[in-house]
């Protein structure tokens, strides 16, 4: 089965760091694009970071000017996304989602969110 | 920026009946739209990409129609368990991407 399992998140004060990570499993996860995207409580979804499946072509959603940073370790299975000077509009469910050119860049596989709640 | 906009943002209906979902983007995206079925505490699920091609696994009671900036969602005859939000998202600027703000469709 294809598997995108988040951990990492939790509460952190304003201004704080925090490191979200992704493992990947049932897929050759080298081969694909990910992507984070995020949901605040009781809001839509917002998408957040891309990254190509070598991990040199990287985009962020312009909002975050320059917080976040996205990653991955091909040799891991593994996505990050490293978010520093946390605010409290950062609170939110955070997803690691698969995309493919396969289907038209869409997101085809999501693992189950990690909270991430920014408050002092 | 391309900013989509669905409607209506909330929806009653009743099993078996057919309810339609609209997006419409600010530009022209072509067919680079795609629609995720999201349920209370879970992840979206993808339901249609590129327009109108069903993900595979999904009913044939979900399609998806348009080009350009008008889309639809369809859904012939609703089950329980289509009762969920309902989400549109382009990729025609990938690798920057753009949701709707949704579409809740409730039990009437």
């Known amino acids: 089965d294809v598997h995108l399992v988040e951990s990492g998140g939790g509460l952190v004060q304003p201004g704080g760091s925090l490191r979200l990570s992704c493992s990947a499993s049932?897929?050759?996860?080298?081969?694909?694009?990910m992507n984070w995207v995020r949901q605040a409580p009781g809001k839509g979804l917002e998408w957040v970071s891309y990254?190509?499946?070598?991990?040199?072509?990287?985009y962020n959603t312009d909002s975050l000017k320059g917080r976040f940073s996205v990653s991955r370790d091909n040799a891991k299975n593994s996505l990050f996304l490293q978010m520093n000077s946390l605010r409290a509009e950062d609170t939110a469910v955070y997803y690691c989602?698969?995309?493919?050119?396969?289907?038209?860049?869409?997101?085809?596989?999501w693992g189950q969110g990690t909270v991430v709640t920014v408050s002092s | 920026d391309i900013h989509m906009t669905q409607s209506p943002s909330f929806v009653s209906a009743s099993v078996g009946d057919k309810v339609t979902i609209s997006c419409r983007a600010s530009?022209?995206?072509?067919?680079?739209l795609a629609w995720y079925q999201q349920t209370p505490g879970k992840a979206p699920k993808l339901l249609i990409y590129a327009a109108s091609t069903l993900q595979t696994g999904v009913p044939s009671r979900f399609s998806g129609s348009g080009s350009g900036t008008d889309f639809t969602l369809n859904i012939s005859s609703l089950q329980p368990e289509d009762f969920a939000t309902y989400y549109c998202q382009q990729a025609n600027s990938f690798p920057v991407y753009t949701f709707g703000q949704g579409t809740k469709l409730e039990i009437k």
């Open positions: 530009q022209r995206i072509g067919s680079w």
């Open positions: 990254i190509s499946s070598d991990g040199k072509i990287i």
């Open positions: 989602a698969r995309g493919s050119s396969t289907i038209r860049h869409a997101f085809d596989v």
């Open positions: 049932g897929f050759i996860f080298k081969d694909f694009e």
